[in-house]
């Protein structure tokens, strides 16, 4: 009877210290601070896209549901200042926001939290705290993946952009315009034309072609080509001399690959200078290192952007 009695207490006492052990909700949360451009972290962060480029565990393309351990996270949405997630868990579904607040224009602080609820049920209630807990080691390495995928601005931008200075000041320009984007072969009769021009003035083309091909209606193009020279050329119809700021400051980008993965660094690098607050004083361009007339397989074809910028701001 005794014997009974005494497991009945220490039941009941075991219980007691379990309820008060075990809250009846688990605060989870973490945070951390990414030293790179908000803006940039803000735009990649609500992209939904961007997650399987650095989630650790399994990203699915199809449902969009992102998996680590026992729990799946499901992109919600964003508002200004937060992307939405919900968690799934065999024991509860529950929202997770990321609230992001930005430190000027150096670095990006993410706070992540939730609160997991227990249970009654004295079994269940453990089950939940042990979720909870492993939750918040799942939340913490999230975190740090985070931070360091997009401490990393070529991971942030998608391209690796240098900030440089304009070494080539003396051009020859020529330009032309067609319904379509032009084809290879268009843009290099324009090359064509100035490297005559270069010739019949005894002169030495200085480095790679220049483009820029601009639209504002996706119908019709306008074509502008450069070279840089050796020395100050002439004008002669509609090929004209140009002259850029020498040692002015300029941003590059090396891309591998066709038209479209171009356009895609150009767009990352505009991305850029939006972010940073760049001034441009002049039309972003880019230099064709490799003669696509020669080179078939648009694969390896090797392009530099550069992108004139007023002045750099830290």
């Known amino acids: 009877m005794k014997k009974l009695l005494f497991i009945f207490i220490a039941v009941i006492v075991c219980s007691a210290l379990l309820y008060w052990l075990i809250p009846n909700h688990v605060t989870v949360k973490h945070a951390v601070t990414i030293n790179n451009n908000p803006k940039g972290i803000y735009r990649a962060l609500t992209n939904k896209n961007e997650w399987k480029k650095w989630w650790p565990g399994n990203a699915d393309s199809v449902t969009g549901q992102l998996k680590w351990h026992d729990n799946i996270f499901e992109y919600k949405g964003y508002t200004s200042n937060t992307v939405l997630l919900n968690i799934k868990n065999p024991l509860f579904t529950l929202s997770a926001d990321l609230m992001l607040v930005p430190v000027q224009m150096k670095a990006q602080n993410i706070y992540w939290g939730t609160v997991v609820p227990t249970s009654y049920n004295p079994v269940k209630r453990v089950q939940a705290y042990l979720a909870a807990k492993s939750l918040e080691e799942d939340m913490q390495f999230i975190l740090s993946s985070i931070e360091k995928f997009y401490s990393d601005t070529t991971n942030l931008y998608g391209v690796k952009i240098e900030r440089d200075f304009v070494k080539d000041s003396t051009l020859i320009f020529t330009y032309d315009s067609s319904k379509g984007y032009p084809s290879t072969e268009k843009i290099y009769s324009l090359i064509n034309n100035l490297r005559e021009h270069i010739q019949a003035f005894s002169a030495v083309a200085a480095d790679s072609p220049m483009l820029n091909v601009f639209t504002t209606d996706?119908?019709?193009?306008?074509?502008?080509?450069?070279?840089?020279?050796?020395?100050?050329?002439?004008?002669?119809?509609?090929?004209?001399?140009?002259?850029?700021?020498?040692?002015?400051?300029?941003?590059?980008?090396?891309?591998?690959?066709?038209?479209?993965?171009?356009?895609?660094?150009?767009?990352?690098?505009?991305?850029?200078?939006?972010?940073?607050?760049?001034?441009?004083p002049a039309i972003p361009f880019c230099k064709l290192l490799t003669n696509r007339l020669v080179e078939k397989d648009s694969t390896k074809w090797r392009t530099r952007i550069y992108y004139p910028v007023m002045y750099f701001k830290d």
């Open 218 to 280: 996706s119908i019709h193009y306008l074509t502008k080509v450069a070279i840089p020279t050796n020395r100050a050329l002439p004008s002669v119809g509609r090929i004209t001399y140009k002259w850029m700021l020498g040692h002015g400051n300029i941003l590059i980008a090396d891309v591998q690959g066709d038209t479209k993965k171009v356009q895609d660094a150009f767009i990352s690098v505009d991305n850029y200078v939006h972010d940073f607050e760049l001034t441009s």
